[in-house]
Structure formats: C-alpha cells, structure tokens
C-alpha cells in the first residue's frame, strides 16, 4: 500500500525558513515523481516543485525559484521542501503526492497537473506571518 506521510510544517515569520518532510513506502524510487503541491484557502491547489526520482531532475513553479530547493533521500525514501524567504503568500496546505513516470514524455508539462499523481499525503498547514 502506498502511503505518503508529510511533516515540518509550521507558523513561521515573514522572511524566514522552513523544511518540511514526505515519506513515502509502498513503492521503490525509480520511475516516479513527487510533487509538492499546496492550496490557500479559496484559491486553487497550484504545484510548487517536483523532482523526478529516477535522475533526480526538478522543477520550480516561477513563484517559488530561488526561494525553494526540493531534495530526496532515496536511502530513506523521503523528498524534502526547503523553504527559505517565506513570503505570507506562502501559507498554504502543503501536499505531497507520486506519480508514475514511465510513460512521462513530457515531464516539464506533466509534473504540474494534479491529475497525473496517483497518490497523496494528508498534508501539512505552513503559515507564513506578516
């Protein structure tokens, strides 16, 4: 069973950072994604970063380069959102979800549609004070 368990999530100010954590079980990191997807209430859920497990390539949504760096740790199963600069726009429900990849052709277009992600942690609250 696939299983994907956010934590780190938090209050933090305007300016500074935060880590937060999904671990996953149920699958083998080879031909898959993660993403980190987050929804602010009333608004739409938007895909903030993804990295391809298979060559470790990642992607940013515009509003959060520079700012967030994604990670994995294969040995532990675990993707990793570092968040520095945290701007209150940030505050959100942060979520991970998998998908796979072998069939991905275009990944730079795929990664950003929820559709595509077949499952999904529970999420984690981030809120960014002003």
């Known amino acids: 069973e696939v299983q994907l368990v956010e934590s780190g999530g938090g209050l933090v100010q305007a300016g500074g950072s935060l880590s937060i954590s999904c671990a996953a079980s149920?699958?083998?990191?080879?031909?898959?994604?993660i993403g980190w997807f987050r929804q602010a209430p009333g608004k739409e859920r938007e895909g903030v970063s993804c990295v391809m497990l298979s060559d470790g390539s990642t992607y940013y949504a515009d509003s959060v380069k520079g700012r967030f760096t994604i990670s994995s740790d294969n040995a532990k199963n675990t993707v990793y959102l570092q968040m520095n600069s945290l701007k209150p726009e940030d505050t959100a429900v942060y979520s991970c979800?998998?998908?796979?990849?072998?069939?991905?052709?275009?990944?730079?277009?795929?990664?950003?549609?929820?559709?595509?992600?077949?499952?999904w942690g529970q999420g984690t609250q981030v809120t960014v004070s002003s």
């Open positions: 149920g699958f083998t990191f080879d031909d898959y994604a």
């Open positions: 979800a998998v998908a796979p990849t072998s069939t991905w052709k275009s990944p730079s277009k795929l990664v950003w549609i929820p559709d595509e992600y077949d499952y």
